[in-house]
């Protein structure tokens, strides 16, 4: 395939020519980064543009959620979703034309074209599982019929399984790069009741992933969802905070950056538990000795040493911060961990007067409440009317009344009870619960995007008596 780039400003011309030497893999990346195959030097031009790449013996042009987007034959493309090329497409970006020139159909050529991922939900078969720690399993998927994954790295899906009779989603992190989109993984820890609860049950859906998912199993995928993404943040200096299995979504990232050449200079910081909690290890380490843009620390909280790159031992603290990104106020931040872990790593950056407008958060886990929450709750409860005290919840169309405990969300409440309402992610991420609030008030630990007059079950807590049309 030959690619002809003109500059229609200053008439300048390049000319590619792509090659491809092996069945089912080769690129030509484009942007303005110097070690792009086709360097398209504009201030407008993402330092990694796009991609043209040889899949099935067919070739493919993908934009990487460049900052200023590409066109084909003047129709706007979709950022990380795949199009076929044909001959005589031109493509646009910033101040260039790219015209595709003698696309002649390879040996061969297979009779399957793959389509882009467009659908809400779709079927994964599992393919393999990985066993990354003694509790942690990769699950990797193949779509059927046969799609290309398309998504944004950081983002995550939810599951739809059947457990016990019961259907029950749950959604997960990605874990693999769209850079690699014809499979998706997702990485799970084995859940373990509470040191203070030992009688509460296990993760329902983690554990039966783990004990019954396998090669050739059938599960429901919904569409990726989430703005957790580093793709929406460009940044040359990125500092990665993670703990346990808030690893995911930033191995995607990491995966992302690396394969596209972003040319961006990576600190990817972990906390585990022991050594043998470190998931993805091999690949970290491998990273670290493969890219120099990309340096690996860990910290172990429960052992007294640390053999592992930019090992280190303890909590996370400003000490560590400083020792492993003494440029971190520099640095476009991402912390993914459970709810106690980002928010000791947010008190410290505001500590140090980190400009947080570069800092982005994800937590797993419900949030334990403060006891001066508590207080002030109990406080709110005696200055109401009895009416008004009552911790009842109401469905209006069902004719439901429930009384819930103050911890609880709404869609806890209705699940306690056998109630079914519409949910999906069960983070406020992608609005499947949402439903209108008919009276009454409801609590947030923190405040969503939601439009007035309505409510996002699975994340709000009700206050006193709640009605919802549900």
Same mark, same amino acid.
């Given at each position: 395939?030959?690619?002809?780039?003109?500059?229609?400003?200053?008439?300048?011309?390049?000319?590619?020519?792509?090659?491809?030497?092996?069945?089912?893999?080769?690129?030509?990346?484009?942007?303005?980064?110097?070690?792009?195959?086709?360097?398209?030097?504009?201030?407008?031009?993402?330092?990694?543009?796009? /991609?043209?790449?040889?899949?099935?013996?067919?070739?493919?042009?993908?934009?990487?959620?460049?900052?200023?987007?590409?066109?084909?034959?003047?129709?706007?493309?979709?950022?990380?979703?795949?199009?076929?090329?044909?001959?005589?497409?031109?493509?646009?970006?910033?101040?260039?034309?790219?015209?595709?020139?003698?696309?002649?159909?390879?040996?061969?050529? =297979?009779?399957?074209?793959?389509?882009?991922?467009?659908?809400?939900?779709?079927?994964?078969?599992?393919?393999?599982?990985?066993?990354?720690?003694?509790?942690?399993?990769?699950?990797?998927?193949?779509?059927?019929?046969?799609?290309?994954?398309?998504?944004?790295?950081?983002?995550?899906?939810?599951?739809?399984?059947?457990?016990?009779?019961?259907?029950?989603?749950?959604?997960? =992190?990605? =874990?693999?790069?769209?850079?690699?989109?014809?499979?998706?993984?997702?990485?799970?820890?084995?859940?373990?009741?509470?040191?203070?609860?030992?009688?509460?049950?296990?993760?329902?859906?983690?554990?039966?992933?783990?004990?019954?998912?396998?090669?050739? =199993?059938?599960?429901?995928?919904?569409?990726?969802?989430?703005?957790?993404?580093?793709?929406?943040?460009?940044?040359?200096?990125?500092?990665?905070?993670?703990?346990?299995?808030?690893?995911?979504? /930033?191995?995607?990232?990491?995966?992302?950056?690396?394969?596209?050449?972003?040319?961006?200079?990576?600190?990817?910081?972990?906390?585990?538990?022991?050594?043998?909690?470190?998931?993805?290890?091999?690949?970290?380490?491998?990273?670290?000795?493969?890219?120099?843009?990309?340096?690996?620390?860990?910290?172990?909280?429960?052992?007294?040493?640390?053999?592992?790159?930019?090992?280190?031992?303890?909590?996370?603290?400003?000490?560590?911060?400083?020792?492993?990104?003494?440029?971190?106020?520099?640095?476009?931040?991402?912390?993914?961990?459970?709810?106690?872990?980002?928010?000791?790593?947010?008190?410290?950056?505001?500590?140090?007067?980190?400009?947080?407008?570069?800092?982005?958060?994800?937590?797993?886990?419900?949030?334990?409440?403060?006891?001066?929450?508590?207080?002030?709750?109990?406080?709110?409860?005696?200055?109401?009317?009895?009416?008004?005290?009552?911790?009842?919840?109401?469905?209006?169309?069902?004719?439901?009344?429930?009384?819930?405990?103050?911890?609880?969300?709404?869609?806890?409440?209705?699940?306690?009870?056998?109630?079914?309402?519409?949910? /999906?992610?069960?983070?406020?991420?992608?609005?499947?619960?949402?439903?209108?609030?008919?009276?009454?008030?409801?609590?947030?630990?923190?405040?969503?995007?939601?439009?007035?007059?309505?409510?996002?079950?699975?994340?709000?807590?009700?206050?006193?008596?709640?009605?919802?049309?549900?």
């Amino acid at each position: 395939m030959k690619i002809k780039a003109i500059n229609y400003l200053t008439s300048s011309f390049q000319e590619k020519i792509l090659t491809p030497q092996r069945e089912n893999l080769d690129k030509c990346l484009i942007g303005r980064h110097p070690n792009c195959d086709l360097v398209l030097n504009a201030p407008e031009i993402s330092r990694t543009h796009a /991609m043209v790449y040889v899949y099935e013996q067919q070739y493919h042009f993908i934009d990487l959620a460049s900052s200023d987007g590409s066109r084909i034959n003047n129709q706007q493309v979709e950022v990380t979703q795949s199009y076929l090329l044909k001959p005589n497409d031109v493509i646009h970006i910033g101040d260039f034309l790219l015209f595709i020139e003698e696309l002649q159909p390879l040996q061969h050529q =297979s009779e399957f074209q793959q389509k882009a991922w467009q659908s809400p939900e779709l079927i994964g078969r599992c393919m393999r599982v990985i066993d990354e720690t003694p509790d942690v399993k990769t699950f990797t998927f193949v779509a059927e019929p046969a799609v290309e994954f398309a998504y944004q790295p950081g983002q995550f899906v939810t599951l739809e399984l059947e457990i016990n009779g019961q259907i029950t989603k749950r959604a997960y =992190s990605i =874990s693999s790069t769209p850079s690699r989109p014809h499979s998706l993984d997702i990485t799970v820890k084995r859940a373990t009741p509470p040191n203070n609860t030992p009688d509460a049950p296990p993760g329902l859906v983690s554990n039966w992933l783990h004990d019954n998912l396998q090669a050739g =199993s059938q599960v429901k995928i919904g569409s990726p969802l989430g703005d957790f993404s580093c793709v929406k943040h460009p940044s040359s200096k990125i500092l990665f905070i993670s703990a346990g299995s808030g690893i995911t979504p /930033m191995m995607s990232m990491s995966r992302w950056l690396l394969d596209t050449n972003a040319g961006s200079d990576i600190v990817f910081f972990h906390s585990a538990r022991v050594a043998d909690d470190i998931v993805f290890r091999q690949e970290l380490e491998l990273m670290t000795s493969r890219y120099s843009n990309f340096k690996l620390a860990t910290t172990l909280t429960r052992e007294s040493s640390n053999s592992s790159p930019g090992g280190k031992v303890g909590r996370f603290s400003k000490s560590m911060l400083n020792e492993i990104a003494p440029d971190f106020a520099e640095r476009t931040v991402y912390v993914c961990g459970s709810d106690s872990f980002t928010q000791q790593v947010k008190a410290i950056l505001e500590e140090l007067e980190f400009p947080m407008q570069n800092y982005y958060a994800e937590s797993f886990g419900k949030p334990k409440k403060k006891k001066q929450e508590k207080d002030n709750q109990l406080q709110l409860q005696t200055t109401l009317t009895p009416k008004e005290r009552a911790e009842t919840l109401v469905l209006a169309k069902s004719g439901v009344e429930i009384a819930y405990e103050s911890e609880d969300t709404i869609l806890e409440t209705a699940e306690k009870e056998g109630v079914e309402l519409p949910s /999906m992610c069960k983070m406020g991420a992608c609005h499947k619960c949402k439903l209108p609030l008919l009276e009454g008030e409801v609590r947030y630990d923190e405040d969503p995007e939601c439009e007035q007059g309505h409510v996002l079950t699975c994340i709000a807590q009700p206050v006193g008596r709640v009605v919802i049309e549900a």
